[in-house]
Structures are given as C-alpha cells and as structure tokens.
C-alpha cells in the first residue's frame, strides 16, 4: 500500500490546478485519472483572460504548437431570428482545444500521477480512503467532472434527482474546402438560445478547428433540438455541409441547482465534480480553477481533515460564487424576468447582447481574478 496526504481523483483542469498549488506545501499529493493524456476532450473551450492570468499562463507562449483563438467579438441570437454581433475592441476571451489544455495543465504538475486507471474502489479503513486496494490517504478530492466517484461517497452523487444540463456536441479539423466555405469566423464565437430558453447552441472556430454543440436542461428534446440547429446552420452556410463523426453526449450540474454537499470527512469535491458550473452559462473552466485554488488555501491550513475543518472550503465557495439556496429558483442561463415575448426583443439588442449576455453571463468581467498563488 502507497500513503499518501491526499489523493486526487481526476485530472483535469480542477484537479492539475489543485496538485500545481500545493507542490510547495511538503503534502505528498497523487493524482489519478481514467484516462491517459492528451485525452480526446470535447469542448466548446473558451478561457477568459482572468483564467490566464489566474494559472499564469502566456497566451504567446502557450500558442507555440498548439491552439488558441482571440475572441473579440460575439454573435448572439434567438433561434429563428437574425443574429446581433458585437464587437468589443479588444481581446476579451480566448478559444482552446480543451485535449491541449488539459495536457497542458497536467504537465506542469510534477506530482505523482497514475492515468489511465479506472477508480474501482474507495473504502474507508483505519483513518484513510483506500483506492483500488493500493493508494491511501486521509484526504480524498473529487475532481472527475459529473460523474466523478468521490462524489458518492457523499451519498449525493449522480442520480434522477439532480436537474442536470445534457449537452452533445462536435469538434474537428476543417478541411481547406471545409474551412473555406464555412462563414463561422474564428474571434467570434456565436451564441443561438433556444426559444424556450431551456438551452443554448454554439458554433466555435479556432483556427482550422470547429466546435458545435448545443446543451439543454431537458435532454430528452436534446438530439431533435440540435439537429434542427445544425440544418439551420447548415442552410445559412454558417457551418459546412458535411460533419464528420458522431456528436459527443456529457452532463454536467449548475451551481445554482447543484445540491451536492461540497465536503464530509476527509472528502472534498472541486470542478465539476461539485457541480460548479455557472448558472447563466454552464461555463466550468474558471469555477473549477477558482475552487481548486480555495481548496488548495484550505487544504494547506487545516488542522485535520474532519468535516468541520474542510467547512472552511464550503464558505469560501459561498463567498466567491454566491449563496446556492439563495438562486434555486433562476432558470438555466436567464432570471425569472426574462420571459417571452421580452426575451425575443432582449436578443435583438446590442447592449443587452454585449453588456448582459457576453460580459456579465458569460465573460464575468465584473469578477475580478482570484488573488491566490498558483
């Protein structure tokens, strides 16, 4: 049996981010995943310039061999009626392949790291979480997205009760021929919220790459709303004729429907595992980094790992991101106010477009960076 201070299940953006804080803490860390990297990774992925300045990241240089796309404008638009375009002077996000980044992230962390190894196993024995029969520690840290098998341990995981966003979409490299006719241009992303307002779509180019994609509270109208979508688009010549591959499926929870417990003893979950995705959005890279940083400052100050200690986490969640049970009654990306037929004028509007849509609900440009030490 390896011992170690704290294991971490999942190696994605939330979990590499909480391995790389506590390197200089002297906690023997292991990180564990599933899967082998780089990791086929479907993503719309866009990281805001807060997110880079957070993990200290140089967009030049990360650009050396791989991919990353300035946005610095925004189509936005109600299914069936023209789109608004706005453009906002500067580079205001930035568009990555989410197998790169995660990589990316992942290789920056130099402590021990066991992939492509399926959790199979997590038992509580003398004082410790046993993985598998051979990893122990007193702290385990969820990190593995929505499914994430720390999170059942709280009794709280995955299940029917849980209002969970369902989202299929596509990514790949475009063909010259492809790339040539397609009218998507790559600074500006667009943005087409269904008529219900249950849901949105995204066409996102990066370079030669194209993502696609549209997510919904009610996955059982999922796959008849994105093909309707993707004829739409496909008539307007705003994506190209032939798709290549099949649309991925995935799940994840927002933060103000999550009713997972966030810690118990000697248990943490961070990222999507906790169901910390934006409301208005469903944007999960900054709320897993942010909650990885706060559980990092946590972890490293803890008297002991007991439910109590961990509390201070659970707080400081509620601080940055808000009070859950205060917001139970928003609906998925609007508020309760946003009704038709006002929603349908709302998207015809440049400044509602801009200063709501783009830099408050998905920017959050009104959220300074978390000041913690990465």
């Given at each position: 049996?390896?011992?170690?201070?704290?294991?971490?299940?999942?190696?994605?953006?939330?979990?590499?981010?909480?391995?790389?804080?506590?390197?200089?803490?002297?906690?023997?860390?292991?990180?564990?995943?599933?899967?082998?990297?780089?990791?086929?990774?479907?993503?719309?992925?866009?990281?805001?310039?807060?997110?880079?300045?957070?993990?200290?990241?140089?967009?030049?240089?990360?650009?050396?061999?791989?991919?990353?796309?300035?946005?610095?404008?925004?189509?936005?638009?109600?299914?069936?009626q023209p789109a608004v375009e706005n453009d906002h002077g500067?580079?205001?996000?930035?568009?990555?392949?989410?197998?790169?980044?995660?990589?990316?992230?992942?290789?920056?962390?130099?402590?021990?790291k066991q992939l492509a190894t399926p959790v199979?196993?997590?038992?509580?024995?003398?004082?410790?979480?046993?993985?598998?029969?051979?990893?122990?520690?007193?702290?385990?840290?969820?990190?593995?997205?929505?499914?994430?098998?720390?999170?059942?341990?709280?009794?709280?995981?995955?299940?029917?009760?849980?209002?969970?966003?369902?989202?299929?979409?596509?990514?790949?490299?475009?063909?010259?021929?492809?790339?040539?006719s397609c009218q998507a241009r790559?600074?500006?992303?667009?943005?087409?919220?269904?008529?219900?307002?249950?849901?949105?779509?995204?066409?996102?180019?990066k370079g030669n790459y194209l993502n696609i994609g549209l997510g919904r509270e009610d996955n059982h109208k999922l796959t008849g709303h994105l093909q309707a979508f993707v004829d739409e688009m496909k008539s307007t010549g705003?994506?190209?004729?032939?798709?290549p591959g099949r649309f991925k499926g995935h799940a994840y929870l927002l933060y103000a429907h999550a009713e997972r417990p966030l810690v118990d003893d000697g248990i943490l979950l961070i990222g999507d595992s906790a169901g910390l995705a934006y409301t208005q959005s469903g944007e999960g890279i900054r709320p897993a980094i942010e909650s990885a940083l706060l559980a990092a400052d946590v972890i490293r100050n803890a008297p002991n790992y007991s439910a109590s200690s961990l509390q201070v986490y659970g707080d400081a969640i509620a601080e940055r991101f808000g009070n859950r049970a205060a917001d139970t009654d928003q609906g998925w990306q609007v508020p309760d106010w946003v009704k038709m037929p006002l929603a349908s004028s709302l998207m015809r509007s440049h400044w509602f477009t801009r200063k709501v849509v783009t830099e408050k609900w998905f920017l959050h440009q009104q959220?300074?960076?978390?000041?913690?030490?990465v």
């Amino acid at each position: 049996m390896d011992y170690y201070d704290l294991i971490i299940v999942g190696a994605g953006p939330a979990g590499s981010t909480l391995a790389s804080a506590l390197e200089d803490s002297g906690k023997k860390v292991l990180i564990i995943d599933k899967q082998d990297f780089p990791r086929d990774k479907t993503c719309a992925g866009w990281v805001t310039p807060a997110v880079m300045d957070t993990l200290k990241i140089n967009p030049g240089e990360y650009g050396k061999g791989r991919t990353i796309q300035p946005i610095r404008r925004f189509r936005i638009g109600m299914m069936g009626q023209p789109a608004v375009e706005n453009d906002h002077g500067e580079v205001v996000s930035y568009g990555i392949r989410r197998c790169e980044f995660d990589d990316y992230l992942l290789s920056r962390v130099n402590s021990p790291k066991q992939l492509a190894t399926p959790v199979k196993s997590i038992v509580r024995k003398d004082g410790n979480w046993v993985i598998n029969d051979t990893w122990g520690a007193p702290l385990v840290v969820g990190a593995g997205g929505h499914f994430c098998p720390v999170a059942r341990l709280l009794g709280d995981g995955p299940g029917g009760h849980e209002t969970v966003v369902a989202a299929k979409e596509v990514e790949f490299e475009m063909t010259p021929e492809q790339a040539s006719s397609c009218q998507a241009r790559g600074d500006t992303p667009e943005l087409w919220f269904c008529r219900d307002l249950k849901g949105y779509a995204w066409v996102f180019r990066k370079g030669n790459y194209l993502n696609i994609g549209l997510g919904r509270e009610d996955n059982h109208k999922l796959t008849g709303h994105l093909q309707a979508f993707v004829d739409e688009m496909k008539s307007t010549g705003r994506i190209p004729e032939d798709l290549p591959g099949r649309f991925k499926g995935h799940a994840y929870l927002l933060y103000a429907h999550a009713e997972r417990p966030l810690v118990d003893d000697g248990i943490l979950l961070i990222g999507d595992s906790a169901g910390l995705a934006y409301t208005q959005s469903g944007e999960g890279i900054r709320p897993a980094i942010e909650s990885a940083l706060l559980a990092a400052d946590v972890i490293r100050n803890a008297p002991n790992y007991s439910a109590s200690s961990l509390q201070v986490y659970g707080d400081a969640i509620a601080e940055r991101f808000g009070n859950r049970a205060a917001d139970t009654d928003q609906g998925w990306q609007v508020p309760d106010w946003v009704k038709m037929p006002l929603a349908s004028s709302l998207m015809r509007s440049h400044w509602f477009t801009r200063k709501v849509v783009t830099e408050k609900w998905f920017l959050h440009q009104q959220v300074p960076p978390l000041k913690v030490a990465v």
